[in-house]
Structure formats: C-alpha cells, structure tokens
C-alpha cells in the first residue's frame, strides 16, 4: 500500500512552509505573493507578478483536474495559476504598514488544497498539524476562540 497509496495512506511528509524574503534577505512581513517565491512589499499583494495562466484557457481548462496532483502541480502552478486557483492567496495578517499584525485566522494555501488535506484526514494528524496551523487554519478549524490564541502565537513565534 505504501508504495501506490502513499499519500492516502498518509506516508508523505507534510512540504516545508512556505518564507520568502525581501531585497535585504528579511523575511517578508507581507508573506509570500500567490506563486510562493516572490516576497510581497507591501500590503494586499503589492510587488506580487500578476497572476495569470500562460498557457492558453482550452488548455488549461483541460488539464484542470491536474492542478492539485504529486507529478503536475508544479506545471500547472507555473502555467494555469488563474485556473487553478492559485492566485486566491488569502491575505496575510500584516496588512498595513505599522508592522503589526492581526491575530485574524485564515487559510494560505489555496482553499481547493486546503478543502483537499482536511477531507482527506491530515487536519487531525500530528505529522502535519504545525504545517496545517500556519497554512490552512481557516479549513482545518483551527480558528476557535481557543486555538485562535494558539495560532497568533505561533506567528509571533516565527
């Protein structure tokens, strides 16, 4: 089973969150911009690449159902964002200049991932949970009044 359901069968270990850094090699308080890689300067995704499929709306219409899976994410990432939904990357906390952050709890991965992992089991496994705290909060339910603490520590921590 491990070697053709392993990640049903929950043997993959959860990716490394995502940091990005700014000019100086800071890391961003504005996070990571929709592609995971460019730092925002500023807040609501400014200094982020447009995001928009390279590839044309038949094709990636086509190979939408690849979007999410082991072998093609990257592709599709890179050439059907817009279509696949990775250009609705929820806001980061730090939202204004102040350099102060909310303690707002929400989701970092695109919300069709997110909805992925938690249907899938790995919102309640202590392998991933970390992962899913900073990444996929909002899905995983991770937002309660006491967990909400938890999660505004952790960025605080970080």
């Known amino acids: 089973m491990k070697k053709f359901c392993f990640e049903t069968c929950n043997f993959c270990e959860p990716p490394s969150p995502e940091v990005c850094y700014n000019g ?89 991932l997110c909805e992925r992992r938690k249907s899938t089991g790995y919102c309640s496994l202590d392998g991933w949970k970390d992962y899913l705290l900073k990444n996929c909060a909002r899905t995983c339910g991770f937002c309660g009044e006491g967990d909400k603490g938890m999660f505004a520590r952790m960025l605080q921590e970080d």
């Open 24 to 112: 100086n090699h800071e890391e961003s308080k504005y996070g990571c911009c929709w592609d995971g890689i460019t730092a925002a300067t500023g807040p609501d995704g400014q200094g982020c690449p447009a995001c928009e499929n390279t590839r044309s709306r038949s094709f990636c219409s086509g190979w939408k159902d690849q979007c999410f899976t082991r072998n093609n994410h990257k592709f599709m990432k890179a050439n059907c964002p817009e279509t696949c939904g990775y250009c609705k990357k929820a806001p980061h906390p730090c939202n204004d200049d102040s350099g102060t952050c909310g303690n707002d709890c929400y989701d970092v991965e695109p919300q069709q």
